[in-house]
T-cell receptor
């Protein structure tokens, strides 16, 4: 079964450092997402990406965050200057191009990257 | 986006059927109802999706009444490995509309 893969599984970084979280979505999917989950809290939407541009972003996704799809397969989330409160699990997800109202367009999630900012 | 309401937690013994009900009073005509499962330190995993009436797959059944203002996820004969958080989500499957997760229902299966 195809899956979304994320690397690294765990990243520890010092406050103020830049981190890049990497994801390889399922190959025929066209919609890509990043979510985060702070320990013990709910899964929060960060950003969606389609046709090489951001289609929607939440208020969490401020200027410190950016996304890229540099080579047609990888999808990355960059945090420019990490803060302690950025510590969380970050999940990448992708979904197929079935269009509005179509059944079967569920999102597939990766196993996540646990980011710890110290 | 339609908001969903579901119980915070449920307990069940192994082998029993578990039904988790979700309310989504403001569901839109184009919206589908989707349930995800999440184990600790893992990403959410799709369980089942439906638009109306009943949907069944190898894992669960989803019951949706005619007014679509609620839905019930049914897990037959749960085992300890079904202990997880279950999320009910509503959306139009367009891809451009991101999934909005609530707090979910924490199911604990007891031996």
């Amino acid at each position: 079964e195809p899956e979304v893969t994320q690397t690294p599984s765990h990243q520890v970084t010092q406050m103020g450092q830049e981190v890049i979280l990497r994801c390889v979505p399922i190959s025929n999917h066209l919609y890509f997402y990043w979510y985060r989950q702070i320990l013990g809290q709910k899964v929060e939407f960060l950003v969606s990406f389609y046709n090489n541009e951001i289609s929607e972003k939440s208020e969490i996704f401020d200027d410190q965050f950016s996304v890229e799809r540099p080579d047609g397969s990888n999808f990355t989330l960059k945090i420019r200057s990490t803060k302690l409160e950025d510590s969380a699990m970050y999940f990448c997800a992708s979904s197929p191009p079935l269009g509005q109202g179509a059944e079967g367009a569920e999102a597939f999630f990766g196993q996540g990257t646990r980011l710890t900012v110290v | 986006l339609a908001k969903t309401t579901q119980p915070i937690s449920m307990d069940s013994y192994e082998g029993q059927e578990v039904n988790i009900t979700c309310s989504h009073n403001n569901i839109a005509t184009n919206d589908y109802i989707t349930w995800y499962q999440q184990f600790p330190s893992q990403g959410p995993r799709f369980i089942i999706q439906g638009y109306k009436t009943k949907v069944t797959n190898e894992v669960a059944s989803l019951f949706i009444p005619a007014d679509r203002k609620s839905s019930t996820l049914s897990l037959p004969r749960v085992s300890l490995s079904d202990t997880a958080v279950y999320y009910c989500l509503v959306g139009d499957n367009s891809g451009n509309t991101p999934l909005v997760f609530g707090k979910g229902t924490r199911l604990s299966v007891i031996a």
